[in-house]
Protein backbone atom coordinates (compact mmCIF):
# COMPACT_ATOMS: atom_id res chain seq x y z
CA UNK A 1 0.00 0.00 0.00
CA UNK A 2 3.28 2.41 0.76
CA UNK A 3 6.45 2.11 0.19
CA UNK A 4 9.87 4.15 -1.26
CA UNK A 5 12.40 2.63 -3.39
CA UNK A 6 15.26 4.52 -4.76
CA UNK A 7 17.88 3.64 -7.21
CA UNK A 8 21.04 5.15 -7.73
CA UNK A 9 23.91 5.43 -9.65
CA UNK A 10 27.55 7.18 -8.48
CA UNK A 11 31.21 7.44 -9.36
CA UNK A 12 34.36 8.82 -8.87
CA UNK A 13 36.33 10.50 -11.65
CA UNK A 14 39.85 11.20 -11.94
CA UNK A 15 39.88 13.76 -14.41
CA UNK A 16 43.40 15.25 -13.51
CA UNK A 17 46.09 14.60 -11.00
CA UNK A 18 44.70 17.39 -8.83
CA UNK A 19 40.87 17.14 -9.63
CA UNK A 20 38.46 14.14 -8.55
CA UNK A 21 35.02 14.56 -9.45
CA UNK A 22 32.42 12.13 -7.53
CA UNK A 23 28.91 12.16 -9.70
CA UNK A 24 25.81 10.40 -9.11
CA UNK A 25 22.00 10.66 -9.42
CA UNK A 26 19.27 9.07 -6.77
CA UNK A 27 15.57 8.19 -8.94
CA UNK A 28 12.66 8.39 -5.88
CA UNK A 29 9.85 5.76 -6.66
CA UNK A 30 7.16 6.90 -4.13
CA UNK A 31 4.03 5.26 -3.77
CA UNK A 32 1.01 5.85 -0.96
CA UNK A 33 1.20 7.78 2.30
CA UNK A 34 2.51 6.55 5.52
CA UNK A 35 -0.12 4.32 7.18
CA UNK A 36 -1.48 3.25 3.83
CA UNK A 37 -4.78 3.72 2.76
CA UNK A 38 -5.64 2.72 6.60
CA UNK A 39 -8.01 -0.31 7.16
CA UNK A 40 -9.89 -1.71 4.30
CA UNK A 41 -9.47 1.36 2.62
CA UNK A 42 -11.89 3.84 4.93
CA UNK A 43 -10.10 7.00 4.75
CA UNK A 44 -11.16 10.08 2.54
CA UNK A 45 -9.45 13.28 1.14
CA UNK A 46 -10.95 16.72 0.70
CA UNK A 47 -10.14 18.25 -2.93
CA UNK A 48 -11.12 22.06 -3.09
CA UNK A 49 -11.56 22.07 -7.08
CA UNK A 50 -14.39 19.47 -6.82
CA UNK A 51 -16.27 21.22 -4.26
CA UNK A 52 -19.36 22.97 -5.60
CA UNK A 53 -20.79 25.86 -3.84
CA UNK A 54 -24.27 24.81 -5.09
CA UNK A 55 -24.07 21.87 -3.00
CA UNK A 56 -23.53 22.91 -0.32
CA UNK A 57 -26.15 22.26 2.45
CA UNK A 58 -28.36 25.02 3.76
CA UNK A 59 -27.45 26.34 7.70
CA UNK A 60 -29.71 27.36 9.85
CA UNK A 61 -28.56 30.53 12.21
CA UNK A 62 -26.70 28.04 14.96
CA UNK A 63 -24.91 27.06 12.23
CA UNK A 64 -26.47 23.95 12.05
CA UNK A 65 -27.04 21.80 8.88
CA UNK A 66 -30.62 21.90 7.64
CA UNK A 67 -32.04 18.02 6.81
CA UNK A 68 -32.01 16.95 3.60
CA UNK A 69 -30.49 19.89 1.64
CA UNK A 70 -26.91 19.97 -0.15
CA UNK A 71 -24.36 16.91 -0.75
CA UNK A 72 -22.66 15.52 2.75
CA UNK A 73 -19.80 14.28 0.75
CA UNK A 74 -19.26 17.67 -1.46
CA UNK A 75 -15.22 18.06 -2.57
CA UNK A 76 -14.61 14.52 -0.82
CA UNK A 77 -13.09 11.29 -2.02
CA UNK A 78 -12.64 7.85 -0.86
CA UNK A 79 -11.38 5.09 -2.43
CA UNK A 80 -14.14 3.30 -3.79
CA UNK A 81 -15.55 6.96 -5.53
CA UNK A 82 -12.35 9.10 -6.63
CA UNK A 83 -15.32 11.19 -8.34
CA UNK A 84 -13.37 10.80 -12.04
CA UNK A 85 -9.40 11.35 -10.46
CA UNK A 86 -6.43 9.10 -11.20
CA UNK A 87 -5.31 7.69 -8.30
CA UNK A 88 -4.71 5.06 -5.97
CA UNK A 89 -6.33 3.68 -2.82
CA UNK A 90 -4.08 5.60 -1.10
CA UNK A 91 -5.31 8.94 -2.57
CA UNK A 92 -1.93 9.74 -3.53
CA UNK A 93 -0.51 10.71 -6.75
CA UNK A 94 2.60 7.91 -7.19
CA UNK A 95 5.85 10.11 -7.38
CA UNK A 96 8.19 9.15 -10.39
CA UNK A 97 9.95 11.80 -11.52
CA UNK A 98 11.89 12.52 -8.49
CA UNK A 99 15.33 12.62 -9.52
CA UNK A 100 18.53 13.65 -7.35
CA UNK A 101 21.30 14.71 -8.75
CA UNK A 102 24.54 14.68 -6.56
CA UNK A 103 28.14 15.87 -7.27
CA UNK A 104 31.01 16.94 -5.34
CA UNK A 105 35.01 18.02 -6.55
CA UNK A 106 38.26 17.78 -4.84
CA UNK A 107 40.96 20.06 -6.13
CA UNK A 108 44.53 20.72 -4.82
CA UNK A 109 45.66 23.64 -7.44
CA UNK A 110 48.73 24.39 -5.26
CA UNK A 111 50.85 22.27 -5.20
CA UNK A 112 48.93 19.55 -2.78
CA UNK A 113 49.04 21.75 0.16
CA UNK A 114 45.71 23.68 -0.24
CA UNK A 115 42.58 21.44 -1.29
CA UNK A 116 38.82 22.97 -2.53
CA UNK A 117 36.35 20.75 -2.19
CA UNK A 118 32.69 21.35 -3.02
CA UNK A 119 29.21 19.50 -3.15
CA UNK A 120 25.60 19.68 -3.92
CA UNK A 121 22.63 16.78 -3.59
CA UNK A 122 19.03 16.94 -3.92
CA UNK A 123 17.11 15.09 -1.68
CA UNK A 124 13.48 14.13 -1.52
CA UNK A 125 11.50 12.29 1.82
CA UNK A 126 8.19 11.78 2.46
CA UNK A 127 7.28 15.04 4.94
CA UNK A 128 4.09 14.59 6.48
CA UNK A 129 2.31 12.27 4.58
CA UNK A 130 0.48 10.37 6.48
CA UNK A 131 -3.08 8.59 6.14
CA UNK A 132 -3.37 7.64 9.83
CA UNK A 133 -5.64 9.97 10.36
CA UNK A 134 -7.53 10.27 7.69
CA UNK A 135 -9.50 7.27 8.89
CA UNK A 136 -11.51 9.73 11.11
CA UNK A 137 -12.74 11.23 8.23
CA UNK A 138 -16.25 11.64 6.90
CA UNK A 139 -18.09 9.23 5.70
CA UNK A 140 -16.60 6.70 7.53
CA UNK A 141 -16.24 8.87 11.07
CA UNK A 142 -18.84 11.86 11.83
CA UNK A 143 -17.04 14.47 13.88
CA UNK A 144 -17.79 18.27 14.75
CA UNK A 145 -16.33 21.13 16.68
CA UNK A 146 -18.45 23.32 18.58
CA UNK A 147 -17.58 26.45 19.94
CA UNK A 148 -19.58 28.54 22.35
CA UNK A 149 -22.23 26.38 23.08
CA UNK A 150 -23.96 25.67 26.85
CA UNK A 151 -22.53 22.65 28.69
CA UNK A 152 -25.95 22.28 29.96
CA UNK A 153 -27.05 21.58 25.68
CA UNK A 154 -23.89 21.34 23.75
CA UNK A 155 -25.76 19.88 20.73
CA UNK A 156 -28.51 22.20 20.69
CA UNK A 157 -31.48 19.58 21.04
CA UNK A 158 -31.51 16.01 19.90
CA UNK A 159 -31.10 15.08 15.84
CA UNK A 160 -28.96 18.50 15.31
CA UNK A 161 -26.75 17.96 12.67
CA UNK A 162 -23.23 19.98 12.21
CA UNK A 163 -20.56 20.38 9.49
CA UNK A 164 -17.87 18.05 9.86
CA UNK A 165 -14.33 18.32 10.80
CA UNK A 166 -12.22 16.93 8.29
CA UNK A 167 -8.43 15.79 8.05
CA UNK A 168 -6.75 16.25 4.23
CA UNK A 169 -4.07 16.45 2.18
CA UNK A 170 -3.21 18.13 -1.05
CA UNK A 171 -3.39 14.54 -3.47
CA UNK A 172 -1.47 15.81 -6.17
CA UNK A 173 0.82 17.99 -4.10
CA UNK A 174 4.64 17.77 -5.23
CA UNK A 175 7.23 16.32 -3.28
CA UNK A 176 9.16 17.91 -0.33
CA UNK A 177 12.52 18.24 -1.05
CA UNK A 178 15.92 19.83 0.39
CA UNK A 179 18.59 21.37 -1.12
CA UNK A 180 22.03 21.25 0.32
CA UNK A 181 25.25 22.19 -0.74
CA UNK A 182 28.88 23.01 0.87
CA UNK A 183 32.83 24.68 -0.16
CA UNK A 184 35.26 24.26 2.11
CA UNK A 185 39.04 25.66 1.31
CA UNK A 186 41.69 23.49 3.86
CA UNK A 187 45.41 24.61 4.23
CA UNK A 188 48.31 22.47 5.56
CA UNK A 189 49.91 25.70 7.32
CA UNK A 190 52.41 23.03 9.30
CA UNK A 191 53.10 19.45 9.46
CA UNK A 192 50.90 19.33 12.24
CA UNK A 193 48.70 22.50 11.72
CA UNK A 194 45.57 22.84 9.41
CA UNK A 195 43.14 25.73 8.27
CA UNK A 196 39.97 25.18 7.04
CA UNK A 197 37.43 27.61 5.69
CA UNK A 198 33.49 26.64 4.69
CA UNK A 199 30.39 27.10 3.78
CA UNK A 200 27.11 24.96 4.38
CA UNK A 201 23.75 25.79 2.66
CA UNK A 202 20.48 24.22 2.83
CA UNK A 203 16.99 25.78 1.30
CA UNK A 204 14.16 23.39 0.98
CA UNK A 205 11.50 23.23 -1.25
CA UNK A 206 7.41 22.44 -1.26
CA UNK A 207 8.08 21.87 2.22
CA UNK A 208 4.49 20.61 4.09
CA UNK A 209 2.54 22.89 6.50
CA UNK A 210 -1.39 22.97 8.00
CA UNK A 211 -3.82 25.37 7.19
CA UNK A 212 -7.12 25.86 7.73
CA UNK A 213 -9.28 26.52 4.51
CA UNK A 214 -12.20 28.05 6.22
CA UNK A 215 -10.40 30.69 7.67
Known amino acids: RNWDNELYIQDDIKVSPT??????????????????AADKNNISAFVPWLYDPAKAPAL????AIVAGTGD???GIITPADLKGLSLPNSLKKPVNDAFGPRIG???????????IRSGYGLN????????DGRQTNPPFVQSVSIQNTSLSDPLGGAGTLFPPSINSLDVYSRQPAVHSWNVTVQRQ?????????GYVGTRGTHLPRTIQLNQ
Request: aromatic share 16%.
Open 72 to 74: SLN
Open 105 to 115: IAWTPFGGKTV
Open 19 to 36: LTVNAGLRWFLIRGGNGG
Open 60 to 63: TAAG
Open 189 to 197: LASDWTLEL
Open 124 to 131: YFWGTNSN
